[in-house]
């Protein structure tokens, strides 16, 4: 029997999605269907991204789930009802180049924020977390291009990036909410992560 407090995921995607709907809780569901993660029973888990962990895309990730099945997930969300309002969820990832040493994840939603605006924030904050905890020196007034050019210098950190999902509320007033998601697809429940093959 395997056990839960040692499972390790070994694989993830990044995904996004928004929805529209006259009720708040359908216009989620929508969403979750447009980000292709509605037919499981989702868990809500903080943003640690784990050694040896791989990337892979939506469309491999969810070959590996079945409907029902619990999957673990940091999940960005925002909502809103009123016409013409902005309203934006993002995932930011941040991988050290020593494969033996965690990353970061980090959630961001708000109003009114261009994608690209909150793509590049969440980036940045997933990145300042994992900086901080390498002791990679960075200055936090640097425009985040700056800061993310000092990262990659530095050797440390190998990679960063951001899923994002932005959409305005239609003059109708439906409710429109989006969606950007880390899922985790594959576990080691032998308390060790393992290396993905080559």
């Given at each position: 029997?395997l056990?839960?407090?040692?499972?390790?995921?070994?694989?993830?995607?990044?995904?996004?999605?928004?929805?529209?709907?006259?009720?708040?809780?359908?216009?989620?569901?929508?969403?979750?269907?447009?980000?292709?993660?509605?037919?499981?029973?989702?868990?809500?888990?903080?943003?640690?991204f784990?050694?040896?962990?791989?990337?892979?895309?939506?469309q491999?990730?969810?070959?590996?789930?079945?409907?029902?099945q619990?999957?673990?997930?940091?999940?960005a969300?925002?909502?809103?009802?009123?016409?013409?309002?902005?309203v934006?969820?993002?995932?930011?990832?941040?991988?050290?180049?020593?494969?033996?040493?965690?990353?970061?994840?980090?959630?961001?939603?708000?109003?009114g924020?261009?994608?690209?605006?909150?793509?590049?924030?969440?980036?940045?904050?997933?990145?300042?977390?994992?900086?901080?905890?390498?002791?990679?020196?960075?200055?936090?007034?640097?425009?985040?291009?700056?800061?993310?050019?000092?990262?990659?210098?530095?050797?440390?950190?190998?990679?960063?990036?951001?899923?994002?999902?932005?959409?305005?509320?239609?003059?109708?007033?439906?409710w429109?909410?989006?969606?950007?998601?880390?899922?985790?697809?594959?576990?080691?429940?032998?308390?060790v992560?393992?290396?993905?093959?080559?």
């Open positions: 029997m056990n839960p407090m040692s499972l390790i995921p070994t694989k993830v995607f990044l995904t996004h999605g928004v929805g529209r709907h006259k009720e708040r809780l359908t216009s989620f569901e929508m969403a979750l269907r447009d980000a292709g993660i509605e037919k499981y029973n989702l868990v809500r888990v903080s943003s640690i784990p050694p040896h962990c791989k990337l892979v895309s939506r491999d990730g969810v070959a590996l789930l079945h409907p029902g619990v999957v673990f997930t940091v999940l969300e925002m909502a809103t009802n009123e016409p013409s309002r902005m934006v969820a993002s995932i930011g990832l941040a991988v050290p180049s020593d494969a033996n040493h965690y990353g970061y994840i980090s959630e961001h939603h708000s109003y924020q261009k994608e690209q605006v909150a793509g590049d924030y969440a980036e940045d904050l997933a990145a300042s977390m994992l900086a901080t905890t390498l002791g990679v020196p960075f200055d936090p007034n640097q425009a985040w291009d700056e800061r993310r050019e000092a990262y990659l210098m530095s050797g440390d950190i190998v990679k960063t990036r951001n899923v994002t999902q932005s959409a305005e509320c239609g003059p109708d007033g439906l429109t909410t989006v969606v950007a998601a880390c899922v985790w697809v594959a576990f080691n429940a032998s308390g992560s393992e290396a993905p093959p080559q």
